[in-house]
């Protein structure tokens, strides 16, 4: 069974940094691209950017380019979505998502990861 | 850049009642790379579309999806309490790689 599993809620405060994670199981993490979707308080949702772990191969949303850094470990079939200063506009629940085969689509989501920023 | 727009912004129906939901796209969008999504308060969203008319994976026959170039159509015949959500149109795009959503239209218990 495949499954996306993310690090718990994280409550920081501007200018911290932070790395939260997304730990893929049940299939082979370095075949597939797995990637990041944000979703503002009460807003819709927002493809952040996708990394192939198989060779780091990433691409970000211009929306997000230079805002946060997408990485993997394959070794421990994780990938990682960080900030080096957070905002108060980054408060927001965090998806990690996997397109299927054909990339088309994300077919799998992980739970979720509640960022909340505030002084 | 290609923009959804989804309509309604809010859909108030009974169960039972067919639902028609509407996204439409600022450029031809290949049927292939268009799929909805069902969101409930406190969960993840799921795929329920792809390939603007498949059915994922246990997903109830009383949801269809349909449409071409730049109007699509999510259907839902007959709603069951649990289809009152919000659902997300979404278009892939190849070139760069750039997945891009529609605003949502949430679907209300009248």
């Known amino acids: 069974e495949v499954q996306l599993v993310q690090s718990g809620a994280e409550v920081k405060k501007p200018g911290e940094s932070l790395k939260i994670s997304c730990k893929g199981s049940?299939?082979?993490?370095?075949?597939?691209?797995i990637g990041w979707v944000r979703q503002m308080p009460g807003k819709g949702l927002e493809w952040m950017g996708i990394?192939?772990?198989?060779?780091?191969?990433?691409r970000y949303s211009p929306s997000f380019q230079g805002q946060v850094t997408i990485s993997a470990d394959k070794s421990i079939s994780t990938a990682y979505l960080q900030w080096s200063s957070l905002k108060a506009s980054d408060t927001a629940m965090y998806y990690c998502?996997?397109?299927?085969?054909?990339?088309?689509?994300?077919?799998?989501w992980g739970q979720g990861t509640l960022v909340t920023v505030s002084s | 850049e290609i923009v959804l727009t989804q309509s309604p912004g809010t859909l108030s129906l009974s169960p039972g009642e067919r639902a028609t939901l509407s996204c439409r796209a600022s450029?031809?969008?290949?049927?292939?790379?268009l799929a909805w999504y069902q969101q409930k308060p406190g969960q993840a969203p799921r795929l329920l579309i792809y390939?603007?008319?498949s059915r994922a994976t246990g997903i109830p026959d009383r949801f269809s999806g349909s449409g071409s170039g730049t109007d699509f159509t999510l259907t839902i015949s007959r709603l069951e309490p649990e289809d009152f959500a919000v659902y997300y149109c979404?278009?892939?795009?190849?070139?760069?790689?750039?997945?891009?959503f529609g605003q949502g239209t949430k679907v209300e218990i009248k």
């Open positions: 979404q278009q892939y795009g190849s070139s760069p790689f750039t997945w891009t």
């Open positions: 998502v996997r397109p299927g085969w054909l990339q088309y689509y994300f077919d799998y």
């Open positions: 990394i192939y772990p198989g060779d780091s191969d990433t």
């Open positions: 049940g299939y082979s993490f370095t075949s597939y691209w």
């Open positions: 450029q031809s969008v290949s049927s292939s790379y």
């Open positions: 390939g603007a008319s």
